[in-house]
């Protein structure tokens, strides 16, 4: 780095990178606490399932509540946790928190939920990572069925031996494994038939002007239709229009996530959500269509 090599060097960085390098030491050095402090919460977005017009399932997203910065987006600092190797403990955090909330809500409106939470490539590489799973699902007592675990595409890019031997080692325990923002990584197809896949989630940038661009819209059915003669689930991310959740219904694509339904909320305002049954399903009320 520019900075390491003396002082003169400094001239070459500019107002902005300097905030930005001192911002990102300060960030990291933060993060070293964060878990001991127990300053990271999970926001859950509800998925809507198309045909039974049911939420069956929520993502767990990750926020930092900063002591000074106020509430974090997980982009701000996950790939700082990246980087640095914080990202398996915090992974590991987020595997038990979810497992904790799933316990949680057994005997409440959000007891048939499943969770589903993101993991990154670097946590994959965990070796410990599918026997701590096991661990949290078993502390809490639940079926494995009940945890999702979404990956991007990068897993397919590098360490595939060892990626395929932890995807099959999730398999065999029973969690379902999902394909985040699918269509924009740099992988081959030949992953979905190489590796086991339950569900794969259109990228929001396809979804986004689906009903405006023709080539978005073919995209869309593309995949729709790849993954159903594949076995595979689809649901598409970033669905914010009642346009867009039509032509994702009429296409037969599985699940929606996004604005339209709910923003990620906190557990106790899902719970709300669901109990007063005030989220947008798209459905007249009572039509179990
Ligand atoms: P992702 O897994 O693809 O999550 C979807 C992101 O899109 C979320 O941003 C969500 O709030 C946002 N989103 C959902 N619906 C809409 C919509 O209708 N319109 C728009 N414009 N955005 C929508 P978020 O929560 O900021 O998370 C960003 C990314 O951070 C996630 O992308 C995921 O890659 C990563 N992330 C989040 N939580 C975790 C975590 O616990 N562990 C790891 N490793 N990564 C995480
Ligand atoms: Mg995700
Ligand atoms: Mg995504
Ligand atoms: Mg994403």
Redesign the pocket.
């Known amino acids: 780095r520019a900075k390491d090599q003396g002082r003169n060097t400094y001239q070459f960085y500019t107002e902005g990178m300097q905030d930005r390098e001192v911002m990102r030491l300060e960030l990291d050095k933060d993060l070293s606490k964060a878990l001991a402090n127990e300053e990271f919460v999970?926001?859950y977005?509800p998925q809507l399932n198309l045909e039974t017009g049911d939420i069956t399932s929520v993502?767990?997203?990750?926020r930092w509540q900063h002591p000074r910065r106020g509430l974090l987006?997980?982009?701000e600092f996950?790939p700082l946790a990246e980087e640095s190797g914080r990202?398996s403990d915090?992974?590991r955090w987020?595997v038990m928190a979810a497992c904790r909330q799933l316990a949680r809500w057994k005997k409440t409106p959000c007891e048939n939920l499943r969770i589903a939470?993101?993991?990154?490539g670097r946590?994959l590489d965990d070796e410990y990572l599918v026997d701590h799973i096991r661990d949290a699902l078993a502390k809490e007592n639940l079926s494995p069925d009940q945890l999702e675990v979404?990956l991007?595409e990068e897993i397919f890019i590098e360490n595939l031996e060892h990626n395929r031997n932890q995807l099959n080692r999730l398999r065999e325990l029973g969690v379902q494994l999902a394909i985040?923002?699918f269509g924009v990584g740099y992988s081959s197809l030949a992953y979905l038939r190489d590796f086991p896949v339950d569900l794969l989630?259109i990228d929001?940038s396809f979804i986004t002007e689906v009903t405006e661009r023709h080539d978005d819209a073919v995209i869309t059915r593309a995949v729709i239709n790849l993954a159903h003669n594949l076995g595979i689930q689809v649901i598409a991310?970033?669905?914010?229009t009642d346009g867009q959740l039509n032509f994702l219904r009429n296409h037969r694509c599985n699940l929606a996530?996004?604005?339209?339904i709910s923003?990620?909320i906190p557990a106790a305002d899902l719970e709300q959500a669901l109990e007063e049954g005030i989220l947008v399903t798209g459905l007249p009320e009572g039509t179990g269509l």
Do not use: C, F, H, W
Request: glycine share 8%; aromatic share 6%; proline share 6%.
């Open positions: 999970l926001y977005q993502e767990a997203l990750i987006s997980p982009v996950i990202i915090i992974g987020v939470v993101n993991l990154s946590e979404e991007t985040d923002d989630k929001r991310e970033g669905v914010e996530q996004g604005y339209l923003r990620p």
